[in-house]
C-alpha cells in the first residue's frame, strides 16, 4: 500500500506505473521483516515474468535485509528463539565475541554424577532440573556423560523388571536400551522403596565418552564455531590449572547476543578498560615515591649510623 501511494505520488515524474512501486515496496517490507532474500526474489521474478524487474527486487532485497538486521531479528527468528525459547544460532557469531573467555558465559551452577552415586540422590538429581544430560566425575575430573533418558530407564527397570542396582548389577546391553527408548522414553520413577533408595547404581557401564571439553579461557568466538559446524548441545569446559570440569555451555548461553546487550557489554569493557588505566597510572606515579624514602632510609644507615 505505501508503495503504491508512492507511486501516485511521483506519478508526473516517475518511470514506472504504481503496481510496479506497489511490488517493489512489498518486496521491501516482506524481505525486512521475514529476513527472506534470494527465494523471495526468484519467486517474485517468477510470478511477474519480467526481467526488467530483477535489478530492482534484488536491491531492494538487500537494503531491507540490511536495514532489518540493523533494528533487530526477523519474525522468524523471534518466534522460533523468543516466544518458543528454541536456541536457534545464527550463522555468523556476533564481533564483540572474539573479545570474550568462555568463562564470561558458562554456567557453573554444575549438577553432576559420581561414577557409582546413590539411587535416592540420582532422583532427587532428576527431579529437581530439567538438564537433558549429566556429567560423570571422577575426583572432579570428566569421565564421560549420560543422558537423562538412560537415567529413567535404568530407575524403571531397576525397581523389580531387572537388578541394576546393588554391588552385583546386572548390565543391560544398549540394543535393548536403545530400542526401548526409540519407543518411548519412561516417567522419573519416584515412588522408590527405602531399601532402593540407599541402593547403589553403577553409571560406569552407560557413560557416553563422545564429549568435548574446551578450556575455561578459551575464545566465545570459537566456542561458537564448534557449536555451529559440529552440532553440540554441550560444551563442557575444563580448568586449566587442574582440568577439572569447572562449567558448561549450551546454545542457550549463546543466544544472548542483542544489539542492546552488545552495546552494554561493550560500555562494561570500555570501564573496565578505563578502571585499569587509572590504575596502573597511580601505581607509576607511587613507585618513585617509594624508591625516593627507600633512598632516604638507606642514607641513614643502619642503626642510625650514617653511611651504614
Not at 21 to 42: D, E, F, N, P
Not at 99 to 118: D, F, G, K, W, Y
Not at 131 to 158: E, K
Amino acid at each position: 500500500a505505501v508503495g503504491r501511494f508512492i507511486g501516485q505520488l511521483v506519478q508526473p515524474i516517475a518511470i514506472a506505473t504504481p503496481g510496479v512501486y506497489a511490488l517493489v515496496g512489498a518486496t521491501a517490507m516482506l524481505a525486512g521483516a521475514a529476513r527472506i532474500t534470494i527465494s523471495l526474489a526468484m519467486i517474485l521474478m517468477e510470478v511477474t515474468g519480467e526481467a526488467g524487474f530483477s535489478l530492482p527486487i534484488f536491491m531492494v532485497v538487500m537494503v531491507a535485509r540490511w536495514t532489518g538486521n540493523h533494528f533487530g531479528r526477523g519474525i522468524y527468528d523471534l518466534h522460533i528463539i523468543e516466544l518458543k525459547h528454541v536456541p536457534l544460532l545464527e550463522h555468523d557469531p556476533e564481533d564483540c565475541m572474539t573479545r570474550m573467555q568462555i568463562n564470561e558465559i558458562m554456567a557453573t551452577e554444575l549438577v553432576s554424577l559420581q561414577e557409582v552415586e546413590n539411587v535416592g540422590r540420582v532422583v532427587d538429581k532428576l527431579a529437581t532440573c530439567t538438564h537433558n544430560a549429566f556429567p560423570v566425575l571422577r575426583d572432579g575430573r570428566l569421565v564421560g556423560v549420560i543422558g537423562r533418558d538412560q537415567l529413567h530407564y535404568l530407575l524403571d527397570v531397576g525397581g523389580g523388571k531387572q537388578n541394576v542396582f546393588g554391588e552385583d548389577p546386572q548390565i543391560i546391553p544398549w540394543s535393548s536400551m536403545g530400542a526401548a527408548l526409540a519407543v518411548k522414553r519412561p516417567a522419573l520413577r519416584q515412588n522408590l522403596s527405602e531399601e532402593l533408595s540407599r541402593d547403589s547404581l553403577d553409571i560406569k557401564p552407560y557413560l557416553s565418552k563422545d564429549y568435548h571439553t574446551m578450556s575455561e579461557n578459551a575464545c566465545v568466538f570459537s566456542c561458537y564455531n564448534v557449536f555451529r559446524t559440529m552440532g553440540l548441545r554441550h560444551l563442557f569446559i575444563v580448568n586449566e590449572s587442574d582440568g577439572k570440569l569447572c562449567g558448561v555451555v549450551t546454545r542457550k548461553n549463546l543466544v544472548f547476543m542483542e544489539h542492546e546487550d552488545i552495546e552494554e557489554m561493550e560500555a562494561d569493557q570500555r570501564a573496565s578498560l578505563r578502571t585499569a588505566r587509572v590504575r596502573s597510572s597511580r601505581s607509576s606515579s607511587e613507585v618513585p615515591e617509594a624508591q625516593m624514602s627507600g633512598v632516604a632510609s638507606m642514607a641513614q644507615g643502619f642503626g642510625g649510623i650514617p653511611g651504614l
